[in-house]
């Protein structure tokens, strides 16, 4: 069964901390890892990352990929009360029809 | 665009009452997916259509739950009876084919919250 798994569940930080949020995965025929950030509403897209080592940059976020070690991790430097949010690793795997596969996510606070 | 849209934003109900979601996906997206959001459970995909047609709904909890869609730009999630251990968030997602389904970056609604008393 397929499977993404994040740690650690929560997180709680202070403005200008850098943090790394991580998440390993079990999918029959890998085809991408997306990251999402989730405020009070909606998922909103931040990553799509489909080979291995190269680093996706957006800001102060950045992610990388592991498809050897099956894990990616997101990291954001200089942290802001803003960050504060749950972030989820959601996998594609075996079919072709967009079916994510979600982790539980990570519950980041960042204190001022 | 206006997005995924739902409604209602906010439902509570009793126990046993039946409870309809609706959704509206973003004109010209084939695919759309119901997600259940829990603090215990997280993001769960219950089902998803392609081109209205339902394709897989081995996420769907048990026979209390359906779902339809009966055309291109509306979906919706019924459940009957509704319990209290269905009280979650509900999201519905549509993403269009083609190049995108080999990404899988779907668009959320702002998603239901369900409770149920």
């Known amino acids: 069964e397929d499977k993404v798994v994040q740690s650690p569940l929560s997180l709680v930080v202070h403005e200008g901390d850098t943090v790394t949020l991580n998440c390993s995965y079990e999918v029959t025929n890998f085809r991408s890892l997306l990251w999402y950030k989730q405020e009070k509403k909606a998922p909103t897209f931040l990553f799509m990352l489909?080979?291995?080592?190269i680093e996706k940059k957006s800001g102060r976020l950045s992610s990388i990929l592991d498809k050897k070690e099956l894990f990616s991790i997101l990291n954001i430097t200089a942290t802001q009360t803003g960050d504060s949010a749950v972030y989820l690793c959601a996998v594609l795997g075996s079919s072709n029809t967009g079916k994510l596969i979600f982790g539980q996510g990570t519950t980041l606070q960042v204190k001022p | 665009d206006a997005g995924v849209i739902q409604s209602p934003r906010h439902e509570v109900t009793e126990m046993g009452q039946e409870v309809t979601l609706r959704c509206k996906p973003i004109?010209?997206?084939?695919?759309l997916f119901w997600y259940r959001q829990t603090m215990m459970r997280g993001l769960e995909l219950l089902i998803y259509?392609?081109?209205?047609?339902?394709?897989?709904d081995s996420g769907m909890p048990e026979d209390r739950f359906s779902a339809k869609m009966p055309n291109a730009s509306f979906s919706t999630l019924k459940i009957q009876p509704s319990e209290p251990r269905d009280s979650a968030v509900y999201f519905c997602?549509?993403?269009?084919?083609?190049?995108?389904?080999?990404?899988?970056?779907?668009?959320f609604g702002e998603g239901s919250r369900l409770t149920v008393l």
């Open positions: 004109s010209g997206h084939d695919y």
């Open positions: 997602a549509s993403r269009a084919s083609g190049r995108a389904a080999n990404t899988g970056e779907l668009f």
């Open positions: 259509f392609n081109n209205n047609v339902p394709i897989d």
């Open positions: 489909t080979s291995s080592g």
